[in-house]
């Protein structure tokens, strides 16, 4: 917020100024100007006027004769004589001295030039301040915005300088308690402290994995066999029941509504995407005679099955590519998801994408 110092008398006449307006405005509108009143100060705004012309006229005719004289008034230079010199300097301070003797030449007090010559000053000024209010809320959001900026730069700076402060020392300990150990102490140290890196990796890997099943089996399972089926993209629908998978999709992509099992199963012979979300369950029973096996029971798990074995493939994958069965609502996923990418020359190949180097092979 900005400040400025102003002195408070200025404020209190401004105050004044202000309440005198308002007295005058409510004056005015209890008892309106007569028309005799507003005939006579017609009147004296022509007098006033009359007034300016004949000062106007003096002063012209005044500049006439200084110029026409000009000559006379002039002080020589130094080749001229003493005495004329000094004549010359005479008269110039005798018309000075009577210039500062003179009155000054001021409206009559009943005037309404002062008032006329205040108002305009007073209209000048006001219009000024409204110039430069309306310029400073254009360029007060964005002033607040560097601000803010600049302010979060300082605190990232900040914190980057406390950081490297701290490597810092840490580095320096380090170096000062290893100047007092021997090499096969400092290796065992380096081992131990690479085992416990791996271990950790280890852990929080397995832990991400579980994180990821699980958000594949909670959440987007139904949505990969939704769009497998012709329905919404990945991202497109919040939840998609189970009811709703089974019922399938039309052509346009709207859920199908649920009919009856022998009609429902007439109609899914016929619809070629149906017809492989089938084909992968009947391959995942096949061969699973076990009652305790986890097989996927409907549409939804069969997605769940198939984006875990598509991980699975990549995360163990001895090759660079993995060959693609076929393209899946899986595969398209973790390619709008910028986790994989396509060959660039066959889109039945697809790979996890490196994050530590380029894109490029």
Known sequence: MFTMGVDQKKVDKIRSFAERGRNLEKQYGENPLSLDAIQLYNRRLDDTIRSLQDHVKRQEDTLRQLRASKQELEISGHDAEPTERLAQVHRAKKAYDSLLKSEPDLPAPDSPLPCLIAIRETSRVIQENKASISNLRKSLPLNRQQLKDEQEDLEDARRIHDGLKNRVERIRREQSENSTKNPSELADEFVNSERKKIRALKTSSSKLRKELDQFIDD????????????????GDTMEVPDSTLEAGYTAHGKPKKPKSSTTQNGNDDDDPRQQRIDSLLRRLRQGDDDPTSTAPRNKRE????????????????ETIYVELPRESAAS???????????????????????FGRSFEE
Do not use: T, W
Not at 337 to 351: F, G, S
């Open 302 to 317: 069969a997605a769940a099955a198939a984006m875990h074995e598509l991980i699975n493939s990549l995360l163990e994958a």
């Open 332 to 354: 398209r996923f973790l390619v709008r998801a910028k986790v994989a990418q396509l060959h660039p020359r066959d889109a039945r190949r697809i790979r996890l994408i490196d």
């Open 219 to 234: 959440h987007l399972a139904s949505r990969l066999a939704a769009e497998d089926l012709g329905g919404p993209v990945v």
